[in-house]
């Protein structure tokens, strides 16, 4: 048997990547102690879904909640202008989806700037959030990717 010191405790820290899988009565499954787990769950392009006319609706709806936002007009304009770049870019005969990613990153920061300086989005991401999450999930990507 082994004697275990009682002021010694095991500070190591492992990481481990596993793709797919069910573990029970693993060394996982049972780890206990200070234990964090982290999953990220990314959804192909064959498990979202849409087809190219869903997503350019969705672009469509988010463009509509910008139009009807209380966003001052240059605002507006200029998440349109990336939300325009994006929905140009789904309309290619193969949509470079990190082209489309980078444009609504652009769209969203601008709403989130305006958001933190003087409140005036707020709410707006309340009703982007369906759209973005069901975009993100077409993309590939999470959808903090479009809050960071």
Do not use: C, Y
């Not at 910008?66 to 507006?76: A, C, M």
């Not at 769209?107 to 369906?130: F, R, Y």
Request: proline residues 2%; glycine residues 8%; without cysteine.
């Amino acid at each position: 048997m082994f004697k275990k010191d009682k002021d010694s405790k095991d500070k190591a820290t492992q990481s481990i990547s596993i793709g797919g899988g069910t573990f029970t009565n693993s060394p996982i499954a049972q780890a206990g102690g200070d234990l964090q787990i982290s999953q990220q769950i990314v959804q192909s392009e064959a498990n979202s879904g849409l087809t190219v006319d869903e997503v350019l609706g969705l672009i469509d709806r988010f463009a509509a909640i910008i139009r009807e936002s209380d966003l001052s007009e240059k605002q507006k304009e200029k998440v349109l202008r990336h939300v325009a770049s994006g929905k140009d870019e789904v309309h290619e005969k193969e949509p470079d989806k990190e082209l489309v990613k980078q444009d609504l990153q652009r769209a969203t920061k601008v709403i989130k700037d305006v958001d933190e300086a003087v409140s005036a989005g707020q709410g707006l991401w309340q009703k982007l959030e369906p759209v973005v999450t069901k975009l993100a999930s077409w993309l590939g990507v999470a959808v903090s990717t479009f809050w960071a």
